[in-house]
């Protein structure tokens, strides 16, 4: 990513004004819509992607706040070009195989990711056994994805109010 395309990608990130914002119940159930997608998933979040850091809006399964960019498995997905990244087996996958949270707890081995608002984070699904995405649970993370940029959307407008 270039250096210009990421300061205005945090800069998208800081005036939606969500960071460290208390956990709201539209977004927990997004997330957890995303997880009845993927059978045998025990994670899904809302992350979004600062500087420096990975950090969740809401998350599932996971007694996490957040995590250091360096391995957020969504960090990849905001850069991707279809906006949609999917790991079958995070231990075969040179970007994650030596990743603390595929070698330690929780054990990540399948990841599907939407990135969100063109980059400021994505709403993913994490699973502890790997396994393939099909076609029509991307598709339908895709459309719960633009949800959640509905709600990151009104967010910024709320928080910009003068």
Not at 50 to 61: A, L, Y
Not at 86 to 101: G, K, P, Q
Not at 134 to 142: G, M, Q, R, T, Y
């Amino acid at each position: 990513m270039t250096l210009l395309k990421e300061e205005k990608r945090l800069k998208r990130l800081q005036d939606i004004g969500i960071l460290d914002t208390p956990e709201s119940r539209d977004f927990r159930d997004c997330a957890a819509q995303a997880l009845g997608l993927f059978p045998g998933a025990s994670i899904a979040a809302i992350s979004l992607v600062d500087q420096n850091r990975q950090w969740f809006k809401t998350i599932i399964g996971l007694n996490v706040k957040e995590t250091p960019r360096s391995l957020s498995f969504c960090s990849h997905t905001i850069e991707t070009e279809d906006g949609v990244m999917v790991v079958e087996d995070a231990t075969r996958d040179s970007r994650f195989s030596t990743n603390t949270l595929v070698t330690s707890s929780p054990g990540v081995r399948f990841y599907a990711g939407v990135k969100l608002m063109d980059g400021v984070g994505a709403l993913c699904v994490i699973g502890t056994s790997p396994r393939q995405a099909d076609a029509s649970e991307l598709v339908k993370l895709k459309k719960l994805a633009n949800y959640v940029d509905i709600q990151l959307l009104a967010h910024g407008t709320l928080f910009n109010l003068p």
